[in-house]
């Protein structure tokens, strides 16, 4: 971004500058009727000053037109790439990795294929840039939380609304996409898997947080038990999640998958 003080700093060259000509003019004209050897000497070195403050004025302002084009252009390709990104998860959700076709995830985004290109060389490239964004998590994000999961131990009411509204998610394919897509495709697996292990790991220590909170104690590491429990948490949540969608049944709805969470968690 530019630095706030550029403009200042051109502007206060430019006046500098222009200073230094009007002192030329004037001390030159003084000088040359008293001494005209030493008042041409000085008048040439104000008129060279005034020059060189002139050009660091011009370069100045150069500098941070271009800086401010060069932010411009970048905050456009964010923007560009952040549409086309979108669009990906609403296509592939829509018809499958397989199903979804470059131009039809351009024009969904309202872009070229060309314009595609220009940021994804491939349609697998646009896979893995979304599986990264979707499941590229920040650790120290506590907004990954499982919701309605407390030291307390489990909030139903809270899980289900969370539940009830995933399922109505229409990306909610998408996390099915990507493990089709992992297994599908060798060359995509392991940054695949290390993605969703990274989820997962995440999840085992929330479920161990539950436990000590409601052991008043315990040992704070993640143990094997944790690991266990996370498993099939994260089961029943992709589970139920998908089969509620299809099925409508009660005993799959996410009240019922929430009820399951809690007697997981809290044993």
């Known amino acids: 971004m530019t630095r706030p003080d550029d403009d200042s700093i051109s502007a206060a060259t430019r006046a500098l500058a222009d200073a230094t000509a009007a002192l030329t003019r004037m001390i030159g004209a003084q000088a040359r009727e008293v001494v005209p050897e ?29 800086a401010r084009a060069e932010e411009r252009r970048r905050e456009r390709a ?25 131009g039809d995830i351009a024009a969904d985004a309202g872009y070229t294929k060309g314009a595609l290109y220009a940021h994804f060389g491939s349609k697998h490239e ?35 609304a969370f539940l009830t509204e995933t399922g109505h998610d229409p990306a909610l394919l998408l996390s099915l ?48 038990r944790d690991r266990d429990v996370a498993l099939g948490v994260i089961s029943v949540l992709n589970f139920a999640a998908l089969t509620a969608r ?7 709805s996410p009240a019922a998958a929430a009820r399951a969470i809690a007697r997981l968690v809290e044993g």
């Open 78 to 102: 964010d923007r560009t790439r952040a549409d086309l990104l979108d669009a990906a998860a609403r296509v592939i959700a829509a018809q499958g990795y397989e199903g979804a076709s470059v």
């Open 246 to 252: 299809l099925t409508g049944s009660s005993a799959m």
């Open 126 to 160: 646009v896979m893995m840039a979304l599986a990264r964004e979707r499941l590229g998590y920040d650790v120290e994000d506590p907004e990954l939380d499982l919701p309605g999961l407390t030291d307390d131990g489990v909030d139903v009411a809270v899980l289900t």
């Open 177 to 224: 996409e990507f493990l089709l897509y992992g297994l599908r495709n060798p060359a995509a697996g392991d940054e695949l898997a290390a993605l969703h292990l990274a989820s997962f790991d995440l999840l085992a220590e929330q479920v161990a947080r539950v436990r000590v909170g409601r052991e008043d104690g315990g040992a704070d590491e993640v143990t094997e």
């Open 38 to 66: 030493v008042g041409e000497a000085l008048a040439a070195g104000l008129r060279e000053a005034s020059r060189g403050l002139a050009e660091a004025s011009e370069g100045v302002a150069r500098k941070s037109g271009t």
